[in-house]
């Protein structure tokens, strides 16, 4: 199926997710208002486009999330988190992580101007979270993402030290499980992801898993544990 068009200021609103084209495209063009981000993210889409294009909103399928059971930590990994030499903050920079994320990367395209825009304006309102890797007082990794009640849809890492992306995961995954989220959307398959555990599903299961967790208030905490 052709994608809709959505005319800027159109109403809030997305077609349903099973009318995207064959890439997981759902419609095109409206704006990058909050309320549009956040009822895209609870209808299992998201934004994801290049500067001078109208917005693309996206829900791909299969989708890749992470749980708590499928989360892996190799023991190397488990040695650097045990050794103290990393610790993890909430929502303490949250402008500097998300640049961090489109800084010597030529894939980091759709981190142009108005999307961080936007996304800090999803900070500043409570929805939008980063959790910071700092290596003393240095930030050196970090991830941040948008909530929606007990979903947690990360959109982008960085790391400036060996394994601090990989820390910002750990902390996310099973703090924020333990917190009470139900679902933790990293979007897409990428080899970093599946060696962390990433599983595929169905974006039919995904919707049907977001339908339920957006509802549920959660508070979000981190910490790094040495298990």
């Known amino acids: 199926m052709d994608p809709v068009w959505l005319p800027p200021n159109a109403p809030l609103w997305f077609p349903p997710v099973d009318e995207a ?30 500067e001078g294009l109208p917005p693309l909103w996206w829900s791909p399928d299969p989708r890749t999330v992470l749980t708590a059971e499928s989360l892996h930590v190799s023991r190397s990994l488990a040695r650097t988190i045990r050794s103290g030499r990393f610790t993890v903050s909430l929502d303490r920079a949250f402008g500097d992580v998300i640049r961090g994320c489109r800084e010597g990367r030529e894939d980091a395209t759709w981190l142009f101007g108005d999307m961080v825009e936007a996304y800090e304006r999803l900070h500043r309102m409570g929805d939008a979270h980063s959790v910071e890797v700092w290596e003393g007082t240095r930030l ?16 982008s890492m960085f790391h400036r030290a060996t394994d601090a992306s990989k820390v910002a995961v750990v902390a996310a995954v099973r703090s924020f499980f333990a917190a009470g989220v139900q679902v933790f959307d990293v979007q897409m398959t990428t080899d970093h992801l599946l060696s962390m555990g990433a599983v595929e599903w169905s974006r039919a299961v995904y919707v049907r898993a977001v339908a339920g967790a957006v509802s549920r208030p959660v508070g979000l905490s981190v910490r790094l544990g040495s298990d």
């Open 140 to 155: 050196v990794g970090g991830l941040y993402g948008v909530q929606r009640g007990a979903l947690f849809a990360a959109e």
């Open 21 to 50: 084209d064959d890439d997981g495209l759902v419609a095109v063009g409206g704006d990058l208002s909050p309320q549009r981000i956040l009822l895209a993210y609870e209808r299992g889409i998201f934004p994801w486009y290049e």
